[in-house]
């Protein structure tokens, strides 16, 4: 069996929670651009909105789960996946995830997810021992599960990704080797190898998160994304225009970087006190918005209609694939019953 698939059929695997509506430029950055590029070089992608991992903290707001999925496929449109090349479906209706999930929880060691630096963190932030719910620890089984479903070449992803990404080779691993058989083929882990890419800072210089209300969105407007510019974190220490900068430090310098053209220059200035933090922030103002402005005007042509379309077909072609996987895990488990 191993892994038959040819260049131009190569699949990739990728999905991001339906926790907030928006996403934003740091999801985009870590994830949604690499798909972008993977799907105009030809693999063939999956794009997956996964709203069963969001109820693993917020099973008390399903509903909107439920919302946001639909504005987060719409981001996924919007940032340049195209239905016609690409699959894009929501995870709760392709219920073979569900099925696989279950038979890697079987087979998967506590000890693998009680290691995950992701789980302990998450604890951390629920707090109470008594409300930490049972999906949170097996977050990254039914994560391994979204991705082998779909026997991928390689899943792009940010940084933070990457240990979920080593459980997943490992329950695939473990699984061939349990029942004799190479269904899984090890994945490549598809990480932006610029390092401001791949943990892209928020306003604060921390990492762009929901959580730390340091993000611009997709969807932001020009103005809103202006007035966060305005007020980003730049070198602490640089006071005036003539004072040294250090741009890898400064928020504002890492955008630059990203969305100005010709940015080396800038960073010159910035670090010989020849520029001001001003200056540079009007740039970056003007950068990010000319980038993100054809995105923003494709999602605000985008109604709900037109992407539940879009969802139909992807949940179609998405089953064809994981019918296809699970037929393969039932024979290889001796589970088939001559089905
Ligand atoms: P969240 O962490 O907000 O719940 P997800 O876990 O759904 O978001 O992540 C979606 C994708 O976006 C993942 O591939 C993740 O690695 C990536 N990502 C999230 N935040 C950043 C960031 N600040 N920089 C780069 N990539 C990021």
Redesign the pocket.
Known sequence: MGNDQSTTERRIL?G??S??PRLHI??Y???LRNWVELQNQGFKMFCMV?DWHALTTMYEQAGEVGRNAIEVAKDYVAAGIDPAKSTIFIQSQVKEHAELHLLFSMMTPLGWLERNPTYKEKQQDIGVAEREPYGLLGYPVLQTADILLYRPWGVP?????APHLEIGNDIGGRFNRLYGQDVFPAFKYMIPEDES????P?LDMR????SYDNCIYLSDSEDETAKKIKSAYTTPSKQRKTDPGIPEGCAVCQYLKIYHPNWQPLWEEDRAGERGCMQNKTECIEAVNEYFRPMRERRAALDDGAILEVLAKGREEATAVAVETMRLVRDAMGLSYGL
């Open positions: 990728s991001m929670r926790s907030n740091g999801n950055e870590g994830a996964a992803v940010g940084r933070d990704q890419r791949a943990k892209l928020g990492k762009m998160s929901k």
